[in-house]
């Protein structure tokens, strides 16, 4: 059942620096995962908050199913995440000590056929730090395209 969806964040990496990672599975409606299987999703602006112990996710654009009918789903809606109590508990105590972020960084399909969310412990960057970023992706480019023209 292994499909080839992986919505990947690349906005995230560039904006934070992924501290720990986190793989959670997600509450979602018939027309939301039918959406995912087909790849429209957008995890851009997307962060996770606590509520009264619960984690979710807000600000994950998952379009409308094209063939759903007056069910559908609201694109935007917040999303329950399903994590471990112990998993949850720990990272409600990281973020209110440190003032750190849980972030979306990836979405794919399981083996078992359910969605799942990749999200990260992130610290914001500071301007610098994007700019050392840019210039070293520049040089890897560049080391890349240097290597490709001897080969």
């Known amino acids: 059942m292994s499909q080839a969806i992986n919505i990947k964040n690349k906005k995230a990496y560039f904006e934070y620096n992924i501290l720990e990672k986190y793989v959670a599975g997600m509450q979602l409606t018939g027309t939301e995962i039918k959406s995912v ?18 984690l979710w996710v807000k600000n994950i654009h998952i379009a409308e199913y094209a063939l759903g009918t007056h069910y559908n789903h609201d694109p935007m809606r917040s999303r329950k995440l399903l994590l471990t109590r112990k998993e949850l508990k720990k990272l409600e105590k990281k973020i209110k000590e440190k003032g750190l972020s849980l972030i979306a960084l990836r979405m794919f399909i399981s083996e078992r056929g359910y969605a799942k969310l990749e999200i990260g412990l992130a610290q914001g960057k500071k301007l610098h730090d994007k700019r050392e970023s840019i210039k070293a992706k520049d040089t890897k480019r560049d080391l890349d395209r240097s290597l490709k023209g001897l080969g």
Request: hydrophobic fraction near 15%; glycine fraction near 16%; aromatic fraction near 16%.
């Open 37 to 54: 299987r087909e790849g429209k999703v957008s995890l851009k602006d997307g962060y996770c908050y606590f509520t009264k112990g619960e």
